[in-house]
């Protein structure tokens, strides 16, 4: 089966399917080998290659996150720098089968245009310390941002207070 990096490319679209956060630097930056030595399978795949896991099973390559159903009062890392990104007090229950959180630590993340859909624009959210992709940002969260983060929970830890 032709993978959906192989097809954008077969179209001329390649620069949209691109996993580099062009000409922008992160404090910590690995190979390649180094960041598969640091991360399971799955959350490479994530973090790394922008996969996603599958709704409401927060699953992925057969690996698992509990977080979608975390209540506990805490902070959420980045599972590649364990930079904090997300205080459990903007997490909330937005019926998508992802951890969803109305507002990030400030400074923790950053964003990026996304056409990985093939011409629809997504905003692709990361970790601003590793850059590692973590999910999306919409329109369509409750107040006081009106923003929903939609973030894969295998490219979280956890850390209760």
Not at 5 to 20: I, K, N, Q, S
Not at 42 to 51: N, T
Not at 69 to 91: F, M, Q, V, W
Not at 145 to 160: D, V, W
Request: hydrophobic share 35%; aromatic share 10%.
């Amino acid at each position: 089966m032709i993978s959906r990096r192989a097809f954008v490319a077969g179209l001329g679209l390649a620069p949209f399917a691109t996993t580099a956060w062009a000409g922008q630097q992160f404090e910590i930056e690995l190979t390649e080998a180094e960041w598969r030595e640091r991360l399971t399978p799955a959350q490479f795949a994530i973090l790394r290659d922008h996969a996603t896991e599958r709704a409401y099973t927060n699953e992925h390559l057969g690996e698992r996150s509990a977080l979608l159903n975390e209540e506990r009062a805490g902070t959420y890392t980045c599972a590649g720098c364990d930079l904090p990104i997300y205080r459990s007090e903007t997490k909330y229950d937005s019926r998508t089968g992802w951890p969803s959180f109305w507002d990030a630590i400030e400074g923790a993340v950053g964003t990026k245009d996304d056409y990985r859909l093939l011409f629809i624009r997504r905003t692709e959210v990361h970790c601003a310390r590793c850059g590692g992709h973590l999910g999306h940002i919409f329109e369509d969260g409750p107040a006081p941002t009106g923003l929903r983060h939609c973030i894969n929970g295998l490219a979280m830890n956890f850390i209760p207070d």
